[in-house]
């Protein structure tokens, strides 16, 4: 690998630590405005969010990019997906702020398996007996959980099916992070601005009533919002999927050290129990795409090294 191939790794790994390690750490930021309520620090974090990614797209516009998001495929697209957000987003602060962040975490450990799941059912993708093994472990955890809990663990299977979804539909769109939150966020700030508006209008709003610093805070809901999603901008196009994928494990686990020490959430047997089965199908999961990826790699280089051997 030359230098420069390395120091563009080695930014990349720096990007997605950066990435990934703000989104694990995300849940200490919520209990800060709590006293807002979880619906409006949604809407704050749409409105907000739509405003500071606007203006990155105006400096940082790609040619194209109005044209691509300008037809109706891709603005039904993205309606879904901001919809589908919205209840992400919701759903994880509501959490949060009440006392799941244990469960959030579960959530974004089942997402990767999900999202195979979606593949399957909508790409009629075929399953590597390893990734069937995976499905089976997860199933296995839901049902732990679920007998533990005495009721199914809806917090974590609402974020990782809306998060698994999100993420197929941006797939199938191919657009940028940045570039399509700014179309998303526009999409449901009419929405949010109203509902804010109700809250003014009925003496419930909490942004400029309680001081400058909180209505600040609120504000900040954009940046928590977008700069995760610029360090991973830039871990995506410096590393290879493999790597990424690793790197995504980060998040959760951050979430589930936070929950059990910081937010002390207790964790019982038939719980430990059900984490490491969600474990053991990740390490399943991942050693199996590992080892495609290297047989893809050692056959492309393979099929390279033939012509110039002729």
């Known amino acids: 690998?030359?230098?420069?191939?390395?120091?563009?790794?080695?930014?990349?790994?720096?990007?997605g630590l950066a990435a990934y390690g703000l989104w694990g750490a995300v849940p200490l930021f919520w209990p800060l405005v709590a006293q807002a309520g979880s619906l409006e620090i949604l809407a704050h974090r749409i409105v907000w969010s739509f405003v500071i990614s606007v203006v990155l797209v105006l400096f940082a516009v790609r040619r194209g990019f109005w044209t691509r998001m300008g037809n109706r495929r891709s603005l039904l697209l993205l309606g879904a997906a901001a919809a589908i957000v919205s209840v992400n987003w919701g759903?994880?602060?509501?959490?949060?702020?009440?006392?799941?962040?244990?469960?959030?975490?579960?959530?974004?450990?089942?997402?990767?398996?999900?999202?195979?799941?979606?593949?399957?059912?909508?790409?009629?993708?075929?399953l590597s007996r390893a990734q069937w093994a995976s499905l089976g472990l997860a199933v296995a955890a839901v049902v732990v959980l679920t007998v533990?809990?005495?009721?199914?663990?809806?917090?974590?299977?609402?974020?990782?099916?809306?998060?698994?979804?999100?993420?197929?539909?941006?797939?199938?769109?191919?657009?940028?992070?940045v570039d399509s939150l700014a179309v998303e966020s526009a999409?449901?700030?009419?929405?949010?601005?109203?509902?804010?508006?109700?809250?003014?209008?009925?003496g419930r709003a909490t942004f400029g009533h309680l001081g400058w610093g909180f209505s600040l805070l609120l504000v900040a809901t954009g940046l928590v919002t977008l700069v995760p999603l610029l360090f991973f901008a830039g871990a995506a196009t410096r590393l290879p999927l493999s790597t990424l994928g690793l790197l995504q494990y980060l998040a959760p686990t951050l979430q589930f050290v936070l929950g059990i020490t910081y937010f002390g959430e207790s964790m019982s047997t038939g719980r430990w129990v059900g984490f490491g089965l969600v474990w053991l199908a990740l390490i399943v999961m991942t050693a199996d795409g590992l080892l495609r990826a290297r047989r893809n790699r050692a056959t492309s280089r393979q099929a390279q090294a033939e012509p110039a051997a002729v």
């Open 91 to 126: 759903t994880y602060i509501w959490s949060v702020n009440h006392g799941h962040v244990v469960e959030t975490a579960l959530g974004y450990y089942i997402n990767p398996i999900l999202s195979i799941v979606l593949g399957v059912v909508v790409l009629r993708e075929k």
């Open 187 to 202: 999409l449901l700030t009419p929405v949010a601005l109203v509902y804010l508006g109700f809250l003014e209008v009925t």
């Open 148 to 177: 533990d809990y005495g009721t199914l663990p809806w917090i974590a299977l609402v974020l990782a099916v809306s998060f698994a979804t999100y993420g197929f539909i941006k797939n199938r769109l191919g657009a940028g992070a």
């Open 1 to 15: 690998m030359s230098d420069e191939g390395a120091d563009q790794g080695s930014r990349g790994i720096g990007f």
